[in-house]
């Protein structure tokens, strides 16, 4: 009796020292400065510890990253939380992820299946969850989200479902699951789904398939592009020849009959040519189908029929520049070296406007601290309105440097984040917008009222919601998946900081960059 009470109260010993063990077991401390930072006030230091979540590959670090991180008000902690999805391994932690799908918050179902695109490691990824929330999500930005997903993990059993989505209601959505099987090369069996967007009213939707069908290079493609073009005009017509040239090999220019007319001697036993190098079919020189010369804003060719241009005008626009060689608009020799920069911004525009037909759409932005939109809505660019935003365009200028304004800002620096929201449609507000309001008024998504936009600035962002540019170009690359806008760009000087912006704004949204002065 006397062993059994001492082997029970070692038994018990031993199970105190375990409970004790357990108690006194240290949390993960990547948690626990998760908590201490994860409410404070800088965005970029809850960024950073969002970021940080990933080296904990626990359920409890992911829950963390769902509910704190892709909640956040601010969108770069929002995008950081989506590429940190992308670096759970750990079978506890990959189980978080799916059971997250299933949250009554589509912006956390979206952000998780953005996040899943990083993870092209699981071998036993179950992409029947993003094929059936692609068909069956309510929300319209989670089934885009499915779709962008399944095209960047690359799974040949997913294009029957984006073939499907093509149909969906939401435009966005349908964009998306047309650029997702661009991405795949999706081949004939998606083309009968493709050619019926050619007839959507959505210019974006039109594009979007062109695309599609380009990147396919299938033989039952080809006459549904060559209707297309005899019926498109502007961008889409200039995306549609360059489908077809890049897909055939041939040369019509926009003249569709002459396509139809090949198509018609050939296509019995035409079968697609190999694709040329992408260097080698750099873009040529600036005419149109016809022989015309294209438009040009600072030497930037555009075909658009609906343009926006975007000038800044903050107070370092009024210093002198000294133009690269060359002649001006005026034909004058370049240069004195007393001409401001926004005057010669100025000088461009108006020979731009004048060499626009009345089809054409036109509107204008001027930016500092704050953002003046010329128009509500793009106008044609008659005569008449052409003087009008010549006219206006010369009133536009900084106000005086250095003072605080009403909204909170300090007038005549540049605010470009506020400039581009507005170019993008991501503000309601739009005849005039104070720097300090462009938080606020977001739409569904990025719908702007123009295909084409040149913008055109001679420093780095120092005002506004966002001045750290690689964030400003991440926003914009996001906005543009949807928005399809082409964004050249026009530097007045070649600094550093506005090399970066420039290059990157024309790289993202599949514009030109160009640099004026020295």
Known sequence: MKHQLIVLALALLGLGCNVGAQV???????????????????????????????????????????????????SRVRDRAVRTVGKYESAEARGALLA?????????????????????SWSDFPHGKLIAMLALDRDADVRSACAETLSQLGHKEAIPALGKALSDKNGDVAIAAA??????????????????????????????AVNALGRGRTKESV??????????????????????????????????????????RVNA???????????????????????????EYHSIPTPSKNILFVID???????????????????????????????????????CLRSLDDNTKINIIAFESDVRVWQPEPVTASPGNVQLAIRWIQGQKSRKAGQLASDGTMTGRTNTYAALRVAYGLVSKRPVVLG????????????????????LSDGAPTEGQITDIPTILEEVEKWNKSAKMVVNAIGMEEEQGLAILMTGLARVTGGKCVFVGK
């Open 100 to 120: 997250a799908l299933q949250h009554n918050k589509p912006e956390i179902r979206a952000g998780v299946v953005l996040g899943l695109s990083g993870q092209k």
């Open 436 to 455: 300090a309001t462009t938080a606020g008024g977001h739409n569904s998504g990025p719908k702007p009222g123009w295909d084409t936009c040149f913008f």
């Open 24 to 74: 006194k077991k240290p949390e993960d401390p990547v948690l626990v400065e998760f908590r201490q930072y994860i409410g404070d006030a800088d965005a970029l230091v809850r960024a950073e510890q969002v970021e940080r979540l990933g080296r904990s590959q626990t359920a409890d670090s992911v829950n963390l990253l769902i509910n704190r991180g892709l909640l956040d008000g601010d």
């Open 179 to 208: 650029d997702a099987l661009s991405v795949m090369a999706a081949g004939a069996e998606v083309v009968p789904a493709l050619a019926p967007l050619l007839d959507s009213p959505n210019w974006r939707l039109q594009v979007a």
């Open 269 to 295: 036993t035409w079968t697609a040519p190999p694709p040329k190098n992408a260097k080698a079919e750099a873009t040529k020189a600036a005419k149109d189908g016809y022989g015309r010369k294209v438009p």
């Open 223 to 264: 006459p549904f592009l060559i209707d297309y073009l005899g019926k498109s005009e502007g961008r889409p017509q200039f995306e549609c020849k360059r489908v077809l040239t890049a897909t055939t090999d041939q040369e019509f220019e926009l003249d569709a009959v002459k396509w139809k007319e090949w198509w018609d």
């Open 313 to 351: 005008v903050s107070s370092s626009m009024e210093t002198p520049i000294l133009l690269k060689a060359g002649k001006n608009r005026a034909g004058s020799d370049v240069h004195s070296g007393g001409t401001p920069k926004l005057a010669v911004a100025r000088e461009e525009l108006a020979a």
